[in-house]
């Protein structure tokens, strides 16, 4: 996905799929196991929070680190994260929803988002941008890549979910982000996180979404294909 001078950021399925441990007492996975080998990254200086599909953004630093991870967390119901500081390992996970990775170099603040439906249409990336930017992050300069997720040729949804869309995006925005299909619905994610991030003050041309679909691509796991406890992982990294 990302890599810079400044950062370096990616997606995978590990090998196993399993990023989450059934208690916070029990070891580390082995995908994360083998993923701070590959980075070369302790596990210590790794974060996840503990999901929800909401829109609670939080900023992070060393002491967080670990968190999810090799000990428990106090990132509780956490959808977003951003730091001002080198060496850590933001991660979240996902199987279907999409992961937002943020990053302004010139103000050295990165972040990192797991958006699903429910979150594209909230607070979560106007959270973001403002803990971005109590950091020293310049809207305008802030780079976006929206990593892979479910296409929205795979993403069928229901009417309720255009109605919540309905409460925040106008009647031609909706036209770019639903589509109709003999007589199905389906939800174009990337075109609604794009509307969002624009809202923020964030430019067109500082926006990258990736091309890669969970569903479509079967070396990744994902939720609406069937795939149940296993998930995709998210991570980016501020280079020291």
């Not at 302790?42 to 630093?61: M, N």
Request: net charge negative; proline share 4%; glycine share 10%.
């Amino acid at each position: 996905m990302i890599d810079s001078d400044f950062a370096l950021a990616g997606f995978t399925s590990g090998k196993e799929g399993i990023w989450s441990r059934n208690e916070p007492s029990d070891p580390p996975t082995n995908d994360y196991t083998a993923l701070s080998k590959k980075l070369e990254m302790p596990l210590s200086r790794f974060i996840r929070p503990y999901q929800a599909g909401g829109d609670k953004v939080e900023i992070v630093g060393s002491e967080h680190g670990g968190s999810g991870v090799i000990k428990d967390n106090d990132l509780r119901k956490v959808d977003g994260l951003i730091t001002a500081e080198k060496g850590l390992v933001l991660s979240i996970i996902a199987a279907d929803c999409v992961p937002v990775y943020l990053v302004d170099e010139k103000a050295e603040v990165i972040g990192l988002l797991h958006c699903g439906w429910r979150s594209a249409a909230g607070m979560l990336i106007h959270n973001a941008v403002e803990r971005m930017k109590k950091l020293g992050a310049v809207p305008s300069d802030i780079q976006i890549i929206i990593g892979p997720h479910i296409c929205a040729d795979c993403y069928e949804v229901g009417e309720e979910v255009r109605d919540e869309y309905a409460k925040v995006f106008a009647p031609e925005e909706l036209e770019r982000v639903f589509q109709q299909r003999e007589g199905r619905l389906y939800l174009n994610l990337t075109q609604a996180i794009r509307l969002k991030l624009t809202s923020e003050g964030i430019s067109c041309k500082n926006i990258c979404a990736a091309s890669g679909c969970t569903c479509h691509d079967t070396t990744y796991y994902s939720y609406r294909r069937g795939d149940r406890g296993k998930q995709n992982l998210a991570y980016i990294i501020m280079k020291e």
